[in-house]
């Protein structure tokens, strides 16, 4: 995984970070390892940002106090306490508002569409209504292909 093409080409893509605690430190390991062959490649060490020499003179502080950690258990006790009734209090709240929204609705969503009985055709109606006596060759090949043609019947073969 090298860079393919642009300034960095034959450099590898991947990194790593290391913190030294003294400048000294971290410019002799820069110096030592620039340019070290690593199997068939050599690895590139530079420095990640420009750093001040006032930053890395700094002593770094030992220990992180966190407020929010240095609570006493009695307190705590106390916290959860009042966090439980709250809890309580806002379910008993949703409760009531449940009763409330539980109402069914007369809606259009709820009813049965209107159009559904208008979508079936009554066949018989519409041969009668044609006048009587004459069908068209429509409806009258249509009978006949009924007879055989009914869901899951065993075709009969005709001689």
């Not at 590898?12 to 690593?38: C, Q, W």
């Not at 966090?83 to 409330?100: N, T």
């Not at 007369?106 to 004459?134: C, E, L």
């Not at 899951?152 to 073969?157: C, H, T």
């Amino acid at each position: 995984m090298f860079h393919r093409n642009g300034p960095y080409i034959g450099q590898p893509r991947g990194y790593g970070f290391v913190t030294y605690m003294r400048k000294e430190d971290a410019i002799s390991a820069k110096k030592a390892l620039h340019n070290l062959l690593v199997g068939q490649k050599n690895i590139v060490v530079t420095s990640a940002h420009t750093v001040n020499n006032d930053e890395l003179d700094k002593p770094r502080r030992e220990e992180v106090i966190i407020p929010a950690l240095a609570m006493s258990k009695e307190a705590k006790k106390t916290n959860r306490i009042s966090q439980i009734q709250a809890i309580e209090a806002k379910l008993k709240l949703m409760e009531k508002k449940q009763e409330d929204e539980l109402k069914i609705n007369d809606t259009v969503a709820t009813k049965k569409p209107f159009i559904a009985p208008h979508q079936t055709i009554n066949r018989t109606q519409t041969i009668s209504s044609n006048g009587g006596g004459s069908t068209s060759g429509k409806w009258a090949s249509s009978k006949v292909r009924d007879k055989y043609n009914k869901p899951y019947a065993k075709s009969k073969m005709r001689r």
